[in-house]
């Protein structure tokens, strides 16, 4: 039996134990088993070394359940079963943003970003009370992104002019910590974004993929707005910053900063994303280029 067998089997038996429908169908991609199950519910797996992501997934949604003005899953069970994790959930529905994005008028482009920067204020103020699994040690957390920032970009195939400005750009940009935390999505990008249209209306249906969420800096959100929802794309940046609608240092070298401490942080690959422009050789110059609004 293959693997995939096994993980279907799996989410077979654990949605006949909490009476969801035998409809079981693996979504095709994700970094996890993820299945549709009937209309209604998804169903995720982990493996036994991710208990840290499921929990995390399952605190997020429990504490979401609902406050945002853009749809997320409500946690319907979590728990374990032969060695594996997993979270149920509803389902939502929609095509990916990141799917649709070419066919959608400008103006309402826009609209759709300010959903998200008003949805993502909203989550930012939700109360963290009973959010013990996604606690981190920020300050350390940061200290440790800072110091490998370098060793990371270049194990991920960075090379020179880029690799040897991040430490100089960083002791002037890298933000302070002023002790503000709140619960981060940290992956907010159009393929975690669903849409629906009708009649040539447009509205954000879905914000989902709370596997890795934390605690910590309104900021650190911005490093994967900025690169994988306003894509430099002139004005989307503007429209989030104005549907977020709170104080929040926005400056484009912050937001690269926040870019290259992300845990995720691949710098080659957004450059493979967003080319420079012809003469921009600075990581100052490129900021400019991706992230002023």
Not at 52 to 66: F, N, P
Not at 75 to 91: E, H, I, K, N, P
Not at 250 to 273: E, F, V
Request: glycine share 8%; hydrophobic share 45%.
């Amino acid at each position: 039996m293959s693997a995939d067998d096994d993980a279907l089997a799996l989410a077979t038996g654990i949605a006949a134990d909490l009476g969801l429908p035998p409809q079981i169908t693996r979504f095709p991609s994700g970094s996890v088993p993820v299945f549709a199950v009937g209309a209604a519910h998804v169903l995720k797996l982990f493996p036994a070394d991710e208990e840290r992501h499921c929990r995390v997934e399952a605190a997020a949604l429990a504490c979401i359940d609902g406050a945002l003005s853009v749809p997320t899953p409500r946690l319907v069970a979590s728990g374990q079963r032969d060695g594996w994790w997993y979270v149920a959930m509803t389902r939502l529905h929609g095509p990916l943003l990141s799917d649709v994005w070419p066919r959608i008028p400008p103006a309402d482009q826009l609209l759709l970003v300010r959903q998200a920067g008003r949805a993502i204020a909203e989550l930012h103020a939700l109360p963290t009370d009973h959010l013990d699994a996604l606690d981190t040690d920020w300050g350390a957390f940061l200290t440790t992104q800072r110091a490998s920032a370098v060793a990371r970009q270049a194990s991920r195939g960075l090379v020179a002019p880029w690799l040897d400005q991040i430490e100089p750009f960083l002791e002037r940009w890298a933000p302070a910590d002023d002790g503000r935390r709140v619960l981060l999505h940290t992956e907010v990008m159009r393929e975690h974004l669903l849409v629906q249209e009708q009649q040539g209306a447009w509205w954000l249906s879905g914000l989902f993929d709370f596997e890795p969420a934390m605690l910590g800096a309104p900021g650190y959100e911005l490093g994967s707005i900025g690169l994988f929802v306003a894509c430099a794309e002139p004005g989307l940046l503007r429209a989030f910053l104005d549907g977020y609608g709170e104080p929040i240092d926005a400056s484009p070298c912050r937001i690269l900063a926040w870019g290259l401490l992300h845990r995720y942080s691949n710098l080659r690959w957004y450059l493979s994303r967003l080319p420079a422009s012809p003469g921009v050789m600075s990581l100052e110059g490129l900021a400019e280029a991706w992230f002023s609004t």
